[in-house]
C-alpha cells in the first residue's frame, strides 16, 4: 500500500528544512529571524529590514492585541513575527512549526530577547493542529501554506481552533488567477507540488466556512523583488559561504531563485496579505 502523498510532502518538507544547508542559507541570507518575503521601499533595502516590514505592516491591520490576547504562528519558522508581537503588545503566543531545527533556534532567540513566559513553540503540522476547539484569538501565518496540498484541511483547522471573532492573518506566495499548472512547472516541480493557492481558492475557502474578508492586498512585484534580491544576496556572498552552504546547495538555491523571478515577471505568481474574520455566531 502506498504512503499517503500529503504525509510524503510534510516528511520532506520537514527534512529539507532541518537540513544544515537549508537552515544556514535561510538564517544567513533569507532575512535571518524573518524567512519570508518582505515589503520593499527600494529594490536595494536589506532582505532583514523589508521582511520585518512585513511582520510590522501586519500586526497593523489586526485589531489592538493585548495581554490577554493568544497568537497561534503556523509554520513560524525562526520566530521573528512571535517574538516582535509578544514584545509589542504582550500578547501570548503559540508556534507551531514542522522543522525541529528551526524550532531550536527560535527558542534560544525567544530567550535571549528574555520572551520565554510570553512565547511557547511546539514541533508539529499545521494540517492537524493539536489544540483543543476555540484556543485562539488570532491565527497568523507567512508563507507557510504553499507547502501544503490540503490547503482546505488548514483553512478547516484554523476554523476549529479560532475563538468566534477570532481573525486570520496570511501572507503566501500564490498562483495568479487562470494560470495553468504547466506553467509553473518549474517552481512547482521544486516543491512537490501540483498546484499553488490564489486569492480566489483562499476566498472561496474562506466564503465556505462562513469568514468575513476584511482585507485582500496583492503585492506580487514584492515577491519579485524578494527573490530577485535574496539571489544577489546569495551570489555576492558565495564565496564567503562555502565553508557553511554546499556549493551543490547554492548552485541550485540561485537556479530555483530565478525560476521565481521569471514566473513573478511572466504575471504566473501572486504574493499579498489576506484578512479574514471567524463570524461571531
Not at 508556534?95 to 531550536?104: D, I, K, R
Request: aromatic share 8%; hydrophobic share 35%; charged share 25%.
Amino acid at each position: 500500500m502506498s504512503a499517503d502523498p500529503s504525509t510524503e510532502l510534510v516528511d520532506r518538507t520537514r527534512d529539507y528544512y532541518n537540513s544544515d544547508d537549508a537552515d544556514r542559507f535561510y538564517y544567513e541570507i533569507w532575512g535571518g529571524e524573518d524567512i519570508h518575503i518582505g515589503l520593499y521601499e527600494s529594490p536595494e533595502e536589506p532582505i532583514a529590514d523589508a521582511s520585518h516590514r512585513t511582520v510590522a505592516t501586519m500586526a497593523t491591520m489586526l485589531p489592538p492585541l493585548e495581554a490577554s490576547t493568544r497568537v497561534l504562528d503556523l509554520g513560524s519558522g525562526y520566530g521573528g513575527s512571535a517574538r516582535h508581537l509578544a514584545k509589542t503588545t504582550g500578547c501570548q503566543v503559540t508556534c507551531l512549526n514542522l522543522s525541529e531545527t528551526q524550532n531550536a533556534r527560535n527558542r534560544e532567540l525567544t530567550s535571549a530577547a528574555g520572551l520565554v513566559p510570553l512565547i511557547t513553540v511546539i514541533d508539529g503540522s499545521f494540517e492537524d493542529l493539536p489544540f483543543p476547539d476555540a484556543s485562539f484569538d488570532v491565527v497568523w501565518s507567512q508563507d507557510a501554506f504553499l507547502h501544503s496540498s490540503r490547503r482546505q484541511r488548514i483553512f478547516e483547522e484554523i476554523d476549529r481552533v479560532l475563538v468566534p471573532g477570532g481573525h486570520l492573518i496570511f501572507t503566501d506566495p500564490m498562483q495568479a488567477e487562470r494560470v495553468p499548472p504547466r506553467d509553473l512547472r518549474p517552481v512547482l516541480d521544486r516543491l512537490h507540488l501540483d498546484s499553488l493557492g490564489s486569492i480566489a481558492a483562499y476566498r472561496e475557502s474562506a466564503d465556505g466556512l462562513g469568514w468575513e474578508t476584511l482585507a485582500i492586498r496583492p503585492l506580487p512585484d514584492q515577491l519579485i523583488t524578494h527573490y530577485r534580491s535574496v539571489h544577489r544576496e546569495l551570489t555576492q556572498r558565495r564565496p564567503a559561504l562555502e565553508a557553511k552552504i554546499s556549493e551543490d546547495y547554492m548552485a541550485r538555491m540561485l537556479s530555483g531563485l530565478m525560476r521565481w523571478v521569471e514566473a513573478g515577471r511572466a504575471r504566473r505568481l501572486d504574493w499579498g496579505i489576506l484578512h479574514f474574520r471567524k463570524p461571531l455566531a
